[in-house]
């Protein structure tokens, strides 16, 4: 039945898996918030949404506009952190320490502050699921920078678990998804990047934000679910790099 009482927060849900997400809830009947760094975005995103989603500029790398935002929202059931940053993809011989640091303010440190901050609205056995990247385990040269912001986010999910209880801490660790963070890339380079995932993957295709945005879902509604790292790749994991 859908949760029709329910609240969910989705921090950077007005594009790609975020904004997946966003969508899926409110069809199950739950009203959702939304929040994004770009205004333009995020009015375009609760155009997209209509009617039962509500949204909020926010830069969740900001501790005091965060804390400030969870402080007035009231209470809230679950929060979804689907905040990202640059990709720090490259040679490790060559990665600029700086896009390293963008990399990870924009998602470890963002993903963070958020989910400090929304202890203070977070009722007792509500969740909380963070995104992170298949890129943490899945050892292919010029990803090292990916891989260990993402493995940092992933390394909280069983202490937090244990820590927050009874709040169900999860997280999604998602392969390559066709979503805007690519386009950063060339768009020749992207398609030919796709179809060699494509190639590999046994499920045979790149993901979609709304496959990862099903699996979000599921860790929401699950309340016997805690502590997990849910890979959502398509079977990737179970290939070598380059096979």
Known sequence: M??????????????????ATA?????????????????ARLDAALERLGAGA???SLDARDEAATRAFFAGIGEVDHVVLAATGTTAAGSFADLPVGELRAATEGKLVAQTVAAQASLQALRPGGSLT???????????PGTAGLAAVNAAVEAMVPVLAVELAPIRVNAVSPGVVD???????????????FEAYAASAPAGRVGRPEDIAEAI??????T???GVVLPVDGGSRLRPAGL
Request: hydrophobic share 40%; no cysteine.
């Open 2 to 19: 859908p949760a029709t009482n329910e609240r969910v927060v989705v921090i950077g849900g007005t594009s790609g898996i975020g904004l």
């Open 23 to 39: 969508e899926r809830e409110l069809r199950e009947g739950r009203r959702v918030v939304v929040t994004g760094r770009d205004k």
């Open 54 to 56: 509500e949204g909020v």
């Open 130 to 140: 963070f995104i992170t990247a298949g890129s943490s385990g899945a050892a292919i």
């Open 179 to 193: 979503t805007p963070w690519w386009d950063w890339m060339d768009a020749d380079v992207r398609r030919q990047t």
């Open 217 to 222: 879902g599921y860790l929401i509604a699950n």
């Open 224 to 226: 016997f679910t805690t």
